[in-house]
């Protein structure tokens, strides 16, 4: 009998669904358990420049969304939906700044769920709380990582940036795109057993596999030194109208890159992007007259060059003889071109070392000819490493060509036409010049950290390619490139700064534009070594812009960029011996530390010989930011800034100041500025002395 009635019993239960000592329908209770898995997001790790400073993140942000459905039960005696939909609206309306007709609709229109498009996505930790605060029935929030660019274009290219599909978020461009699978981690999951209203059921385990979070990257960037490049870029659009500017800051003797960058840029928050061509490693073009310290390096290392044998720097008319190579000729029926110097400048006779440091082609030309075979060109071209990729930290890379099929164009490949690279080609060969002869790969990956355990799970090593030329070549090399900045009639001499000693190398190529050499547009460039005696530091910088003589000689933009680098370096030599006392007095360097959570007393204290130069924003008793920082020394001319608070902050006199000093005060304030012009501070819109807040928008005009 028993066996009998537990076999009906398994019977009814089997297949009809119904227990029948209890009289439990169970199909009904089955029908509404369910078992979820949801996905554990990994944070994808940080992006920090080699002073800490984070340049990508993943930020917790909530989308908000309402249960309109009256079917769904109270949860904790209170109505789990939406039950005044009008009163909701309004109160939605008014935090999120949207319509209350479009949030009204979506309450209204919804059969059980509904969420807010734009105005209710992305929400910050601060916004959910205010709207959890007010307890409306029915309204929830799922969290969600977004990546996030506190600082917004910097180095942008460099970096790149996230796009997310249904499953994945997948770096695109730059690091975020190269360091993908170390950055991103691995998600884990979360099972749990649920009620048909989400709720979960008591009794039942949960299982979780945590996610195990992407690896933090430190780079070789230094935010200051990063800044500065770039505002550098706006500089040289502004006064030369320049369509197109890009340039890189690099340790000669590590590789490391400091700085990289290009105008126009996009914000990878905004995702503002039309060029996708990085010009680090994608972009190729003729590098023009830059590429004359190749040439002369080759004749030097090769042994056929003699600086005192001089040329006739008029137009040289290139012939050819009885083998077919190129030579000077004279007879005008026998010529496949002719080379000019820029301009079509002739100095008359003068010496190769001159011909360097004027930047003539003509010399290049009659190099060429006269002493430096093809093939051994070529060879010290390879050495270079002009025909092979540089492998920058795993991106993409697009290399160009050697144009040395006829003997016209071997010649001007000497000179940096019928040659295309990319800037990293270029900064690569340099460290040659500037580095006793060894070519040194440039990287910009530091190190990759496990954020939780600090271990470094890679380091990244400096490595020297080979040896290009001699160390006696190289230190040749700098000695003409010396002379091209403090030589008379140098074409470098305007790039001379007061803090450091510098060597340099300028460019002025035509553009190619449909194929053919631009008669109006032109590429103008200049690499620079610092300090002079023993280089530590290199400097690539180019534009595009309409034919301007003063391109090398209204050189302020870069000026600029080579005194952070000479204060972030602790570069306090002059140049000038001549220099008043009074002027070696105003360049000296002042330690300085972070002074944040310090005492006002304190950092007057610490600061005595500049106490002049610290301005207090806001009225409280302790440091909260500060500007300058993460440096270990500034100019006893420069302007100290010290954060306090929000409230109570009073306008200085800005007049007569920097742009980038007033970009420092804009910054910390947290007020909205407008910039015109160029140069210092000649007038404000708002009156100093006056009390500011974060709606206030200052306008500054430059002169």
């Known amino acids: 009998m028993v066996c009998a009635l537990l076999a009906v019993n398994l019977y009814f239960v089997s297949i ?21 898995k949801q996905k554990l997001i990994a944070k994808r790790g940080l992006i920090i420049d080699r002073n800490g400073e984070i340049i990508a993140q993943d930020r917790e942000t909530y989308t908000l969304y309402a249960i309109v459905s009256s079917t769904r039960p109270s949860y904790k005696n209170k109505p789990a939906y939406v039950v005044d939909k009008e009163a909701t609206a309004e109160i939605l309306a008014n935090i999120l700044g949207a319509p209350y007709d479009y949030i009204l609709e979506r309450l209204v229109s919804a059969s059980y769920q509904t969420e807010f498009g734009l105005y209710g996505s992305n929400l910050s930790l601060n916004q959910k709380n205010t709207i959890e605060e007010l307890d409306l029935n029915g309204i929830g929030f799922t969290k969600t990582l977004t990546r996030h660019y506190p600082l917004n274009t910097f180095a942008a290219y460099l970096v790149g940036f996230v796009q997310k599909d249904e499953l994945n978020t997948k770096g695109v461009m730059g690091i975020e795109a190269s360091y993908d699978k170390a950055l991103a981690g691995m998600d884990g999951s979360k099972v749990a057993i649920v009620d048909r209203y989400g709720y979960s059921l008591p009794g039942y385990p949960e299982e979780v596999v945590n996610p195990q979070d992407g690896y933090n990257l430190k780079l070789t960037l230094d935010r200051s030194i990063q800044e500065q490049l770039e505002s550098s870029f706006l500089m040289t659009q502004e006064r030369f109208n320049a369509t197109e500017a890009w340039g890189a800051v690099m340790e000669v003797d590590t590789g490391k890159i400091l700085a990289v960058g290009q105008y126009p840029s996009y914000d990878p928050n905004k995702k503002d992007i039309t060029n996708y061509q990085s010009y680090l490693t994608q972009q190729i073009y003729e590098p023009g007259s830059t590429m004359k310290a190749f040439t002369y390096a080759a004749a030097i290392d090769s042994g056929v060059y003699r600086g005192s044998d001089t040329f006739n720097s008029a137009t040289f008319l290139v012939g050819l003889d009885k083998s077919g190579n190129a030579i000077r000729s004279s007879n005008s029926g026998n010529l496949i071109g002719s080379i000019r110097n820029a301009n079509n400048r002739d100095w008359g006779q003068i010496s190769y070392d001159l011909g360097f440091a004027y930047s003539s082609n003509v010399g290049v030309a009659s190099l060429l000819t006269k002493y430096l075979d093809d093939d051994v060109f070529m060879e010290y071209l390879v050495r270079f490493g002009f025909k092979n990729k540089v492998n920058l930290d795993g991106m993409n890379e697009t290399i160009g060509s050697i144009n040395y099929t006829w003997p016209l164009d071997k010649l001007t490949v000497g000179y940096g036409q019928g040659i295309s690279l990319n800037m990293a080609q270029i900064l690569q060969a340099y460290t040659a010049i500037f580095n006793e002869g060894k070519l040194v790969k440039p990287y910009v990956l530091d190190e990759i950290v496990n ?7 890679q380091k990244t090593e400096v490595q020297v390619i080979g040896q290009a030329i001699k160390a006696e070549t190289a230190s040749k090399v700098q000695s003409l490139m010396y002379d091209v900045v403090y030589g008379e009639r140098g074409t470098g001499q305007y790039y001379k700064v007061d803090e450091v000693s510098i060597l340099a190398k300028t460019g002025t190529a035509q553009m190619i534009i449909e194929g053919e050499y631009s008669k109006d547009q032109y590429i103008y460039s200049v690499v620079i070594g610092l300090p002079a005696d023993k280089p530590e530091v290199m400097v690539y910088y180019a534009f595009k812009a309409p034919v301007n003589n003063m391109a090398h000689v209204d050189t302020n ?25 009074e002027k070696e007095t105003t360049l000296t360097s002042v330690p300085i530390k972070s002074y944040i959570n310090h005492s006002l007393d304190y950092v007057y204290q610490d600061l005595l010989s500049v106490q002049d130069k610290i301005i207090v924003l806001g009225d409280g008793d302790r440091i909260i930011d500060q500007y300058p920082k993460d440096v270990e020394h500034i100019m006893s001319t420069q302007n100290i800034y010290l954060l306090t608070s929000y409230e109570n902050i009073v306008l200085p006199d800005l007049i007569g100041k920097s742009k980038k000093d007033i970009q420092a005060f804009v910054n910390l304030s947290g007020m909205n500025a407008i910039y015109l012009g160029e140069g210092n501070a ?6 100093a002395g006056t009390s500011i807040d974060s709606t206030m928008t200052l306008e500054v005009v430059f002169e």
Request: charged residues 20%; without cysteine; negative net charge.
């Open 16 to 36: 009809a669904g119904i227990h029948l000592n209890s009289q439990t329908n169970l199909a009904e209770y089955s029908s509404n358990v369910n078992t979820v």
């Open 451 to 457: 954020a939780k355990t600090k271990e470094i799970i």
């Open 557 to 581: 933009p870069i000026k600029q960029l080579l005194r952070q680098i000479a204060l972030v370096n602790d570069y306090r030599e002059a140049v000038d011996t001549q220099l008043t006392q």
């Open 682 to 687: 000649v007038s404000m819109n708002i009156e």
